[in-house]
């Protein structure tokens, strides 16, 4: 599975728009892009997957570049609620296991 | 309703006892997992059952035997605990193997002392 490389940690204001950006360089074709993230404390959590094409879900939307090595997840609004641990993952979809490197710690402040 | 539980949410055992880590999933997805997350929060699978059947067993020490009696449970039993089995064991649900959304539940920690 190809690697992704992911800023540490970051830093959003509260109610404006978070930017996670993702590299993944190796991608091959029938890899997808997934991201998940993990509040303290809690399980992960998924949040949206994408191929090709950008995608949008209630949570967030996720822009793949179009050579896709690289991705970006937005959380439009940020709430201080979304502050967590945000995994990139990519693999096939027909080998669905997952796994997370350090991810990047967002935190959203008031 | 908690979609994917798991009991206990805290363990703390001696070296070389045997114990054992319940969960349930009301969703009624087909596939369940274990997952292991280490105290730098890698997470990796561990198991992954579809149907009671086991379908993904990632090289794991034989000390550890999930058992699934439906498929809405999986179980995870440890015998000879070790303290580098100290971790946050997560149990986690997905409709098919192939389904991209899995729900995890609130994991286990264990502690080996």
């Known amino acids: 599975d190809a690697k992704t490389t992911q800023p540490p940690s970051m830093d959003c204001a509260e109610g404006r728009a978070a930017n996670l950006p993702c590299n993944h360089s190796?991608?091959?074709?029938?890899?997808?892009v997934y991201w998940y993230r993990q509040i303290h404390s809690q399980g992960p959590q998924y949040i949206i997957h994408?191929?090709?094409n950008n995608e949008t879900n209630e949570m967030a939307s996720l822009i793949i570049t179009e050579d896709r090595k690289s991705s970006t997840l937005i959380l439009p609004h940020a709430t201080l609620r979304d502050t967590a641990v945000y995994y990139c993952?990519?693999?096939?979809?027909?080998?669905?296991?997952?796994?997370f490197g350090a991810g990047t710690t967002v935190t959203v402040r008031a | 309703d908690t979609a994917v539980s798991q009991t206990p949410k805290y363990l703390v055992t001696q070296m070389g006892n045997d114990k054992s880590i319940k969960c349930e999933q009301n969703?009624?997805?087909?596939?369940m997992y274990w997952y292991k997350q280490d105290s730098k929060k890698f997470l990796k699978i561990m198991f992954s059952?579809?149907?009671?059947?086991?379908?993904i067993n990632e090289t794991v020490p034989n000390r550890f035997s999930p058992k699934s009696p439906d498929k809405a449970h999986l179980n995870l039993h440890i015998n000879s605990l070790e303290l580098g089995d100290s971790a946050v064991y997560f149990c986690?649900?997905?409709?098919?193997?192939?389904?991209?959304?899995?729900?995890f539940g609130q994991g286990t920690r264990l502690t080996v002392v």
């Open positions: 986690a649900s997905s409709q098919t193997p192939q389904t991209v959304e899995a729900f």
């Open positions: 190796t991608i091959s074709g029938n890899e997808y």
């Open positions: 994408g191929l090709k």
């Open positions: 993952i990519v693999l096939k979809s027909a080998d669905y296991k997952l796994s």
């Open positions: 969703l009624g997805h087909d596939t």
């Open positions: 059952y579809n149907n009671k059947e086991l379908i």
